[in-house]
């Protein structure tokens, strides 16, 4: 384990160099500027977009597409993931983190608008993802087969380990539960869900993600409330030490950033193309509807990523790599001294109004977080064979996603009982294998996602209830869209000078 711990902050070392961080950050200034902010301008539009409820026997809900979406998003990354952050880089990760996901929802909005648009029927359900864009948008089929080669690898591989990694640890920290037993129990429960498909994993993913949030939400109040008198310390930390000032945490900057820009990037899912699938199998009019949609969901992901910083600050129950140790707790510095971090962080934090409860009730919201987030990563990674697999029986691809689904839970399983720095460096070597691509690709196609929010608001100006007609933008090799659309386009060419579908 120790040798694969090796290899992987090795590897890590490379796919996460200063070029990476540079390419996230240019990335997301770029595609906002040229599409002027749209993240900050819609957001009316993205809340109207996001409570449609049009669903199809080939494609989800908008809601649910989102819920998805979100289950993906809003997994430990947004509590565990954020307490490493800080231990590494300091309070001021927190700040960065803030301006990332700013900057991440612009790429949120190409990469889910680009996989509305270049989604096709597989099955009888809407198909869609990165390698869908790539070979039909660009015409990339060798890099498209790579795309999907790293997805399913990432997805089975790497990113589920730490969501089991964690639930294992948590309840471990708050019950003493040993991991194994975790995992098997946990691998039960993910196996009846998964061999459900999609249909069950978007529906147990509506329910069980708004519960998830309110529940963590509620918990970051009580502490709040509780700890208010702290509050104006807190926020002075986070900036003071965003911009090296300070002596408790000066000499961190450097870390603060690039931890920001990692976990804020790990914790969003914003870049990877894990998004995608789930935004491609919605039942909507128009692309650029979806996209607005799906990419709120950074703004959800801010609040919760920033509800795990102040929770730990607050209560001072965290430590730092630079030598901090907090005193919220009389166990922060054996923490500290064994090395542990990362979700005993805020388990800490609840125990401190709850001692003992606390800790269990955090394990919980663990459980919750992890779970819904290991079903959207075996869904991206199904969708991806499918492609792999191309013009294959279906029964063929119904016996492979059968194998695929029996090896998620031995995933799960073993990384369950492994240890955190392994989980985690597994999960973001997957996160930024996928991010290089994925970006690259966006590139090529951002002129695409531009033409494709001018249509929709041009519509919207016209108090229309925007439909997408690719003649009308220029956009070739997307039939699905006349069929989608075959009325509205029919009504709008009969009546051109009538606006099509009024509010």
């Keep these: 384990m120790e040798n694969l711990g090796t290899i992987i902050n090795v590897l890590n070392g490379y796919v996460w160099s200063t070029a990476m961080l540079v390419f996230v950050v240019v990335s997301g200034v770029y595609f906002s500027i040229r599409l002027r902010f749209t993240q900050v301008r819609n957001l009316r539009d993205m809340v109207r977009n996001l409570v449609s409820n049009q669903s199809s026997?080939?494609?989800?809900?908008?809601?649910?597409?989102?819920?998805?979406?979100?289950?993906?998003?809003?997994?430990?990354?947004?509590?565990?993931?954020?307490?490493?952050?800080?231990?590494?880089?300091?309070?001021?990760?927190?700040?960065?983190?803030?301006?990332?996901?700013?900057?991440?929802?612009?790429?949120?909005?190409?990469?889910?608008?680009?996989?509305?648009?270049?989604?096709?029927?597989?099955?009888?359900?809407?198909?869609?993802?990165?390698?869908?864009?790539?070979?039909?948008?660009?015409?990339?089929?060798?890099?498209?087969?790579?795309?999907?080669?790293?997805?399913?690898?990432?997805?089975?591989?790497?990113?589920?380990?730490?969501?089991?990694?964690?639930?294992?640890?948590?309840?471990?920290?708050?019950?003493?539960?040993?991991?194994?037993?975790?995992?098997?129990?946990?691998?039960?429960?993910?196996?009846?869900?998964?061999?459900?498909?999609?249909?069950?994993i978007s529906s147990f993913a509506a329910v069980l993600v708004p519960i998830k949030v309110g529940i963590f939400l509620l918990l970051t109040a009580i502490v709040l409330i509780a700890n208010y008198d702290r509050i104006p310390t807190m926020f002075s930390w986070i900036f003071s030490s965003a911009f090296n000032q300070g002596s408790v945490f000066?000499?961190?900057?450097?870390?603060?950033?690039?931890?920001?820009?990692?976990?804020?990037?790990?914790?969003?899912?914003?870049?990877?193309?894990?998004?995608?699938?789930?935004?491609?199998?919605?039942?909507?009019?128009?692309?650029?509807?979806?996209?607005?949609?799906?990419s709120f969901g950074i703004y959800m992901d801010i609040i919760i990523c920033t509800c795990s910083g102040l929770m730990i600050l607050v209560t001072d129950c965290f430590n730092t790599a630079s030598g901090y140790i907090g005193s919220g707790s009389s166990q922060m510095a054996a923490l500290a001294a064994s090395g542990k971090n990362g979700i005993v962080f805020p388990q800490e934090a609840v125990g401190t109004?709850?001692?003992?409860?606390?800790?269990?009730?955090?394990?919980?919201?663990?459980?919750?977080?992890?779970?819904?987030?290991?079903?959207?990563?075996?869904?991206?990674?199904?969708?991806?064979?499918?492609?792999?697999?191309?013009?294959?029986?279906?029964?063929?691809?119904?016996?492979?996603?059968?194998?695929?689904?029996?090896?998620?839970?031995?995933?799960?399983?073993?990384?369950?009982?492994?240890?955190?720095s392994v989980a985690w460096g597994a999960a973001d070597l997957a996160c930024g294998m996928m991010v290089w691509l994925n970006v690259l690709m966006l590139w090529f196609l951002f002129p695409k996602v531009v033409a494709i929010l001018n249509d929709y608001e041009e519509q919207r100006k016209a108090d229309q209830v925007p439909f997408f007609d690719p003649d009308k933008v220029g956009i070739s090799n997307v039939e699905l869209w006349?069929?989608?659309?075959?009325?509205?386009?029919?009504?709008?060419?009969?009546?051109?000078?009538?606006?099509?579908?009024?509010?």
């Design 250 to 294: 000066g000499g961190m900057m450097g870390s603060a950033i690039a931890m920001g820009i990692r976990r804020s990037t790990f914790a969003s899912g914003a870049g990877m193309g894990e998004e995608t699938p789930a935004a491609a199998a919605a039942e909507t009019a128009h692309p650029a509807g979806q996209g607005l949609a799906n």
């Design 482 to 503: 006349k069929e989608i659309n075959k009325d509205k386009i029919a009504a709008a060419k009969a009546s051109p000078k009538v606006a099509v579908a009024k509010k």
């Design 57 to 200: 026997e080939s494609g989800i809900s908008t809601f649910s597409s989102f819920w998805t979406t979100m289950a993906a998003r809003v997994g430990v990354g947004n509590i565990a993931g954020v307490a490493v952050a800080v231990y590494m880089g300091g309070p001021g990760t927190i700040f960065w983190m803030w301006v990332t996901s700013i900057l991440l929802a612009a790429i949120s909005f190409a990469e889910c608008s680009l996989g509305q648009l270049y989604k096709l029927r597989v099955d009888g359900e809407y198909r869609g993802g990165a390698y869908y864009c790539a070979e039909i948008g660009l015409g990339w089929g060798w890099f498209s087969k790579l795309f999907a080669m790293v997805t399913v690898i990432g997805m089975l591989f790497g990113m589920p380990g730490i969501q089991a990694n964690m639930i294992g640890e948590g309840l471990n920290h708050s019950l003493g539960i040993p991991p194994l037993l975790t995992g098997v129990v946990g691998a039960i429960l993910l196996g009846i869900i998964i061999l459900g498909g999609i249909k069950r």
């Design 353 to 420: 109004l709850m001692p003992g409860l606390g800790e269990f009730v955090m394990g919980v919201v663990v459980i919750l977080f992890a779970f819904t987030t290991i079903l959207s990563y075996y869904y991206q990674a199904e969708t991806g064979m499918a492609y792999l697999l191309g013009k294959a029986s279906e029964s063929k691809r119904k016996n492979v996603y059968l194998v695929m689904k029996i090896m998620v839970l031995l995933v799960y399983i073993y990384f369950s009982t492994t240890t955190s």
